[in-house]
């Protein structure tokens, strides 16, 4: 992955808007993602990598599909506006990448957008009640595994219906906690 905050442009969300690139541990610290990669061969699913099998274990991610998203897709105008809207899940959000490439967009603790760039083999973990959208970038093509725990719930409440869901209330105190890390940090800076 590649990550970044955004700038404030609005013409075609598809190009990168970098404004400012940030590494994955300052990614993960902010917002509670979690990233994994995997060599692109050994996630083919005759091919599956014992950290990935164990992986799957350890969280009891159930369930398993794909799902591929390209411009000749059924429906393609209306899957690229949900997607590309603002919304959070009661539960995890999990996507390997295995072909192609997109966008993932999330909010920061201070309500900034932050654009990670996915390629095959990472494997993306969404917190529950993070409030994110997807876009695919210029190529316009990827295929992703997506995990689940347990029966998939899909459903997608979009922003700012979401304010008020259970969901939102477990993922402040990622944020307080991710506040109080941040702020830990700029008073040593200051001290030293
Ligand atoms: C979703 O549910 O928003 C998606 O799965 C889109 C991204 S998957 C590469």
Redesign the pocket.
Known sequence: VRSWYMDDRTEDPQEEHLLDEIDTTTLCARTGVEIWYFHPDQILANNENSSLIKLKHDRGYTYEDE?K?EPGMENYEEKFKI?FAEHLHSDE?I?LVQEGS?FFDVRDHNDKWIRIHVFPGDLIILPTGIYHR?IPDKHNY?R?R?FFVGEPV?TRINRPEGDLHPSRQIYAEHLYRNSTIDTNKNVTDVIS
Do not use: D, K, N, T
Request: hydrophobic share 65%.
């Open positions: 799902i998203i997607f959000e996507r997109g997807f990827i992703a997506r899909w």
